[in-house]
T-cell receptor, first 114, second 116 residues
Framework: AQKVTQAQTEISVVEKEDVTLDCVYETRDTTYYLFWYKQPPSGELVFLIRRNSFDEQNEISGRYSWNFQKSTSSFNFTITASQVVDSAVYFCALSGYNNNDMRFGAGTRLTVKP | GAVVSQHPSWVICKSGTSVKIECRSLDFQATTMFWYRQFPKQSLMLMATSNEGSKATYEQGVEKDKFLINHASLTLSTLTVTSAHPEDSSFYIC????????????FGSGTRLTVV
């Protein structure tokens, strides 16, 4: 069975602080995909990144960075110099090769205060 | 880039009526579409997967006779909530894929259903 755990329910930081959102996953598949999404108050789901299980390279995109470690089954997301506009719920997700069994974590609500 | 349009964005209906939600891929052919449900302050739960021209595959616990999914063309999938009840009030969101590269990347804007 596939499972995604986002242990942090809510995080509150002050603008310009760095913040890391944790994601731990479980799967028996050898090939799988990991995702991060942002869901602002308006509700739409914004795709941030997809990483396949064979690519453990960390990735940086502007203020966003991701740390994928298969040894600990983690795919953590860091926002550097957070901004108020980063306030949202962030979901980590896991899917098999065909994406037909995508499982989302419970989400982490990030609040960035000015 | 790939765009998915979902309509309506919100709907209020009376208990016992049916509601249809549309999910369209605007600039690509969506061979597979996924439907999710999200209750307030909860995570997204996959309801079903539909492939164009085939019957949808429903997740365990999702009533296929209540949540009718039609994927009749490569650009349109519909979810019909039949005989809606207040407990069906939720946020429904679709995702579409035209191939391996697009998996998990494109979601509709969601439909907030309120049954009164």
């Amino acid at each position: 069975a596939q499972k995604v755990t986002q242990a942090q329910t809510e995080i509150s930081v002050v603008e310009k602080e760095d913040v890391t959102l944790d994601c731990v996953y479980e799967t028996r598949d050898t090939t799988y995909y990991l995702f991060w999404y942002k869901q602002p108050p308006s509700g739409e789901l914004v795709f941030l990144i997809r990483r396949n299980s064979f690519d453990e390279q960390n990735e940086i995109s502007g203020r966003y960075s991701w740390n994928f470690q298969k040894s600990t089954s983690s795919f953590n997301f860091t926002i550097t110099a957070s901004q108020v506009v980063d306030s949202a719920v962030y979901f980590c997700a896991l899917s098999g090769y065909n994406n037909n069994d995508m499982r989302f974590g419970a989400g982490t609500r990030l609040t960035v205060k000015p | 880039g790939a765009v998915v349009s979902q309509h309506p964005s919100w709907v209020i209906c009376k208990s016992g009526t049916s509601v249809k939600i549309e999910c369209r891929s605007l600039d690509f052919q969506a061979t597979t579409m996924f439907w999710y449900r999200q209750f307030p302050k909860q995570s997204l739960m996959l309801m079903a997967t539909s492939n164009e021209g085939s019957k949808a595959t429903y997740e365990q616990g999702v009533e296929k006779d209540k949540f009718l999914i039609n994927h009749a063309s490569l650009t349109l999938s519909t979810l019909t909530v039949t005989s809606a009840h207040p407990e069906d009030s939720s946020f429904y969101i679709c995702s579409a894929s035209g191939g391996w590269d697009g998996l998990g990347k494109t979601f509709g804007s969601g439909t907030r259903l309120t049954v009164v």
